[in-house]
């Protein structure tokens, strides 16, 4: 008896202590033939995910997610003769590649292009981490896809992409270290208001963002590293640039000599275009500490560090100085001398452009008093296409007893118009 014991122990130690090859529900080919593996999510919806299979290989040039799928006795007993089912999310690690554990991710994932079915809803954290994927197929038409989960996309070969006008939100660094060149959020999103935490840092050959007019902040780290990004278009209804957003993004300066030589005021010295400019709408209320460092110089034989500003021109459309955490805000230009002296210089590099009347304003509030009187100038901004709350805009999302939620929850949710109108939005799962 205590044998039987034992052996009914060790068996049960194995099964839970020992991680599962088979980690999903039921498995199909889809139409070019590839098998596809899946977990239920909710059973009396009818509902799945594409889920992540230890081992699996994935070597296509499209990889078609199919919409709806029946199973029948042949692959699964649901207890009926055929039950059908509507594929609403790609999984968590679903397509992911980690050379350092193939055991426990997909050993290859070298996939071209992945189509996704109008059902679709969320893609879930590290669904396509490190893979080979090139390019995805938006669903047409589809009113549900909502969220982008975190390092979805990360370290993928990911090219150009579109954000959805339907997204709600997207998971940090969920582009990071990808080779995506060119960023577009769709116009017409209402839901997206944030570009969260290291979203795209060190995508290393990202050359344009353009952003929606429903982002109100730029999450800390959001493009740091991206060594050469050219050309940012700020949605008009922006009011936060967060620490660090731009570090490093050498390209949006002009290039600087060594240490010890003049500057040669031309156009296209080593490949590079000078007089970068960079342009910040009425909207923008505060600039976080970092958000525009500066391009370095290290001069190891002086033990110096040196900062520059990163652009030359600096158009604020604002009457009113925004808010900066400290004085590091626009741009370090802090450098330090060989006993660790530290010295902060006044900005002499940068032209400050502001609206017509506001120079005084801005040549006494700190910290943007560090920019030299001669060097800020005005202009009349009546021209200037300024931010403007359409009646369609969202005004927050509740739940069904009226509270205030601060994203979209599983479930039933309320969004509710600055019109007073009111329009349910059902979220089946997310990936956060």
């Known amino acids: 008896m205590k044998d039987s014991m034992r052996f009914l122990l060790a068996i049960l130690s194995f099964l839970l202590y020992t991680p599962s090859v088979w980690a999903w529900d039921f498995c199909l080919l889809n139409e070019d033939s590839i098998m596809l593996y899946y977990n239920i ?16 290989e994935y070597k296509c040039d499209i990889l078609r997610i199919p919409g709806d799928i029946v199973l029948n006795r042949g692959n699964w007993d649901f207890g009926d003769p055929d039950t059908m089912l509507t594929v609403i999310g790609i999984g968590e690690d679903a397509f992911r590649y980690d050379a350092k554990h193939p055991d426990v991710y997909n050993f290859t994932s070298e996939i071209g292009i992945v189509a996704l079915p109008n059902s679709i ?39 150009e ?19 995506v060149t060119r960023v577009e959020f769709e116009e017409g999103n209402r839901f997206l208001t944030k570009i969260p935490y290291a979203c795209f840092s060190s995508c290393e050959i990202l050359q344009e963002v353009r952003m929606c007019n429903s982002i109100t ?4 780290r959001a493009f740091m590293n991206c060594t050469r990004l050219r050309t940012v278009h700020l949605g008009s209804g922006l009011k936060t640039i ?11 300066a002009p290039p600087k000599l060594p240490y010890g030589l003049e500057f040669i005021w031309e156009r296209g010295f080593a490949g590079h275009g000078y007089w970068r400019s960079f342009e910040l709408p009425s909207t923008i209320r505060d600039l976080g500490k970092y958000a525009f460092c500066s391009y370095k110089i290290i001069n190891y034989e002086l033990d110096t ?17 925004p808010y900066c955490a400290s004085e590091e805000s626009l741009g370090d230009y802090t450098y330090w001398d060989k006993n660790l002296r530290s010295y902060t210089r006044v900005i002499q590099e940068t032209v400050l452009v502001v609206p017509m009347g506001c120079v005084e304003e801005y040549a006494t509030t700190y910290p943007w008093d560090r920019f030299s009187r001669k060097w800020i100038c005005a202009r009349d901004v009546s021209g200037v296409k300024t ?16 509270k ?24 089946k799962k997310t990936p956060y």
């Not at 999510?41 to 699996?56: F, Y």
């Not at 994203?407 to 949710?413: T, V």
């Open 217 to 220: 902040e730029i999450g800390e």
């Open 121 to 159: 809803e969320y893609i879930g954290e590290c669904a396509f981490c490190g893979s080979k994927l090139t390019r995805i197929v938006w669903p047409e038409g589809n009113e549900w896809f909502h969220s982008i989960g975190k390092n979805a996309f990360s370290n993928s070969d990911l090219s």
């Open 161 to 179: 992409i579109t954000i959805p006008r339907t997204i709600m939100e997207i998971g940090r660094s969920a582009f990071a270290n990808s080779g």
């Open 404 to 427: 205030r939620l601060a994203k979209p929850q599983k479930g039933l949710n309320i969004i509710r118009h600055k019109d007073g109108t009111a329009k349910k939005v059902v979220v």
């Open 387 to 402: 931010a403007t709350v359409k009646e369609s805009q969202p005004e927050g999302v509740f739940s069904l007893d009226g």
């Open 305 to 321: 560090r040196l900062y520059f500003p990163y652009i030359d021109s600096l158009y604020v459309n604002k009457e009113v100085t």
């Open 242 to 252: 967060g620490k660090s957003a731009f570090e490093e993004c050498k390209e949006l």
């Open 41 to 56: 999510v909710d059973l009396d919806e009818g509902s799945c995910e594409v889920t992540l299979c230890r081992g699996a």
